[in-house]
């Protein structure tokens, strides 16, 4: 929280719609990816400069991908060239937005968030990806590598593929997809390490368990505040009447609401799970300390007895006639041991060892 803040400070006083880049920078240099494609051709190629970037229209689909959002002055002339809102501009520069949607006329804004877990470490690492889209353009843009979009490429080589034969509304619909398929490989990483502690908890629980349990908490709470607005956001592209979106669109935007629905319900279902996981630690401590009371308890009640008899062949009377016997001594250990023996076999009935 404390790092949001400073990060919001460096706006502070500057009028709306100033180009401030929020966020770390991640790339030396800004990386622009110029994808031009239709049914029959596919053509690709990186651009030097901004300049490089002007809107055509030729009856086919372009996709202008962003890599790197530190250069405010890049990313302003895009922005420029485009006919981007000044306010959009800024949204894309200020890497700690939330998900969201937002409709110009003749276009849509799309702001969402990439999420990536170490499957070692547990570490969770967030991307910001905004699109802007109208009929024949997309234009994404994307804080550094790794690159979220890889697996549209690859699709975008196959001639015969679905979205070579459609408009960017399409494009920008897989664009989302693939963002909502990288929660499903989080949550996937998540799981595992769910178990891991899981396991941990039930064979050997210890202070770093409840800790693991307290950072996945945090991690499922951080992914909770991501997914809610995702749903918003499918929802409202699926209800939009925007002329951006086709008709046939709006049926692959439909499975798009189901699985952000999907994820809502097993980031519920893991939070319930840990939320579990954290009652069943206190009460495998708890326990522990009662295994560890009861056999402190019963050492103590077989010594009761023996502090009894020493304390009263201990006191000072002269007058004792045990102490004059020859075998006084053997006897008063056999006297202890039958005792013991006997409050052993006791506790034993009553299972109480």
């Given at each position: ?18 180009l401030?880049?929020?966020g ?6 800004v990386?622009i990816n110029?994808t ?5 051709e596919?053509?690709?190629h990186v ?7 002007l809107p055509?229209?030729?009856?086919i689909?372009?996709?202008i991908?962003?890599?790197?959002l530190?250069d405010?002055?890049?990313?302003g002339?895009i922005?420029?060239n485009f006919?981007?809102?000044p306010?959009?501009v800024?949204?894309?520069l ?9 409709e110009?006329e003749g276009?849509?804004?799309v702001?969402l968030?990439?999420?990536y877990i ?6 969770i690492s967030a991307?910001?990806?905004?699109l802007m889209f109208n ?5 994404s843009?994307q804080?550094?590598?790794p690159d979220?979009?890889?697996?549209i490429?690859k699709r975008l080589?196959k ?5 070579r ?6 494009l920008?619909y ?10 499903f490989?989080a949550l996937?990483s998540?799981?595992?390490?769910i178990d ?5 908890l039930?064979f ?6 409840m800790q693991e349990i ?8 951080f992914l909770k ?10 929802a409202d592209?699926?209800r939009?009447?925007n002329?951006?979106?086709r ?6 935007l ?5 699985h952000t629905?999907r ?8 939070r ?16 522990r300390?009662?295994?560890v ?5 019963i ?6 007895p023996?502090?009894f008899?020493a304390?009263?062949y ?5 007058y004792?006639?045990e102490l004059e016997?020859r075998w ?5 250990w056999?006297?202890i041991?039958?005792?013991?023996v ?12």
């Amino acid at each position: 929280m404390e790092l949001f803040l400073k990060r919001q400070a460096k706006k502070a006083g500057l009028p709306p719609g100033s180009l401030v880049h929020v966020g770390t920078p991640k790339m030396d240099k800004v990386r622009i990816n110029v994808t031009e494609y239709n049914e029959s051709e596919l053509r690709e190629h990186v651009v030097e400069g901004a300049d490089e970037c002007l809107p055509e229209d030729r009856g086919i689909v372009t996709w202008i991908d962003v890599v790197g959002l530190h250069d405010t002055e890049t990313i302003g002339k895009i922005g420029h060239n485009f006919g981007l809102h000044p306010l959009l501009v800024e949204d894309v520069l200020n890497t700690n937005q939330r998900a969201k949607i937002e409709e110009y006329e003749g276009r849509i804004f799309v702001v969402l968030k990439v999420y990536y877990i170490d499957k070692q470490t547990h570490d969770i690492s967030a991307e910001q990806v905004s699109l802007m889209f109208n009929r024949d353009t997309v234009i994404s843009f994307q804080e550094g590598d790794p690159d979220a979009f890889q697996s549209i490429r690859k699709r975008l080589m196959k001639t015969n593929g679905r979205l070579r034969s459609t408009g960017a509304d399409y494009l920008a619909y897989s664009l989302i997809d693939t963002v909502v398929d990288h929660y499903f490989i989080a949550l996937e990483s998540l799981g595992g390490w769910i178990d891991s502690v899981e396991e941990e908890l039930l064979f050997d629980p210890s202070m770093k368990t409840m800790q693991e349990i307290h950072r996945l908490r945090r991690a499922v709470l951080f992914l909770k505040k991501s997914v809610w607005p995702m749903r918003e956001l499918a929802a409202d592209l699926e209800r939009s009447d925007n002329p951006v979106i086709r008709d046939a669109t709006k049926l692959y935007l439909r499975d798009l609401t189901d699985h952000t629905v999907r994820l809502v319900e097993i980031i519920e279902a893991f939070r319930d799970m840990i939320s579990g996981m954290q009652d069943i630690y206190l009460s495998s401590v708890s326990n522990r300390m009662n295994e560890v009371m009861k056999v402190l308890t019963i050492f103590a009640s077989i010594f009761i007895p023996f502090t009894f008899i020493a304390g009263i062949y201990g006191m000072n009377f002269k007058y004792m006639p045990e102490l004059e016997w020859r075998w006084s001594y053997p006897a008063l250990w056999g006297v202890i041991l039958v005792i013991g023996v006997c409050m052993l076999i006791y506790f034993k009935r009553k299972r109480w060892l």
